[in-house]
């Protein structure tokens, strides 16, 4: 019989990467130009992976500037898509850090997590390569993909999916 199991997943990253509009796209296939940056919201999601249904919640998370908000969502979350900006190196260069944080407040937890680049279809304004990714990825021990929430390219579903089957395994 297939077990329910239930996925608490924190999308995590620098306002303006595109947080918001990547739930939105994962959840319904499309795309809002603009979010309220300071709001977050929580969405529930009844998905099939790897045949099984299962359960999500996604925390849509906002104003990450200051770190004791972000532990709030820290704590909520079991699973995390650490989403940056590929036109933005800020975006990307804080990754490590919230990545630090996440271990830091989950220990001896294992956290999973996916590492996420958006706004691929900016090639032009490109700040961040393929390659800087996937060494990134590499030192935090996780899954990466890029993908653009504005057009839908790339690997939107397969982020939020294999983050939750990494939980789903455990
Ligand atoms: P959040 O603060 O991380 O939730 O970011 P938002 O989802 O509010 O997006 C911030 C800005 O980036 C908005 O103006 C979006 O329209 C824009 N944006 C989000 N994703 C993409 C994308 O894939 N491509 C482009 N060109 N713009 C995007
Ligand atoms: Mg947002």
């Known amino acids: 019989m297939a077990k329910n199991c239930d996925v608490k997943l924190a999308v995590m990253g620098r306002a303006g990467v595109g947080k918001s509009a990547l739930v939105v796209r994962f959840l319904t296939k499309r795309f809002i130009w603009e979010y309220d940056p300071t709001l977050e919201s929580t969405y529930r999601h009844q998905a099939i992976i790897d045949e099984e249904p299962v359960t999500m ?9 200051d770190s004791g908000q972000r532990e ?23 990754i490590a850090q919230i990545k630090a944080q996440i271990d830091e ?39 990466f993909f890029e993908c653009s929430a504005c057009n839908g390219d790339g690997c ?11 939980k789903l395994r455990q």
């Open 156 to 166: 939107i579903s397969d982020a939020f999916y294999d983050v939750c089957r990494e």
């Open 57 to 65: 919640e996604i925390l849509d998370t906002a104003g990450q500037d």
């Open 72 to 94: 709030g969502y820290v704590r909520w979350g079991d699973t995390f898509l650490l989403v940056y900006d590929t036109t933005d190196r800020c975006s990307f260069d804080e």
């Open 105 to 143: 407040i989950k220990k001896p937890q294992i956290v999973h997590t996916v590492l996420l680049g958006n706004k691929i279809d900016l090639d032009h304004a490109r700040q961040v390569s393929v390659e800087d990714g996937e060494r990134l990825a590499v030192e935090l021990g996780c899954a």
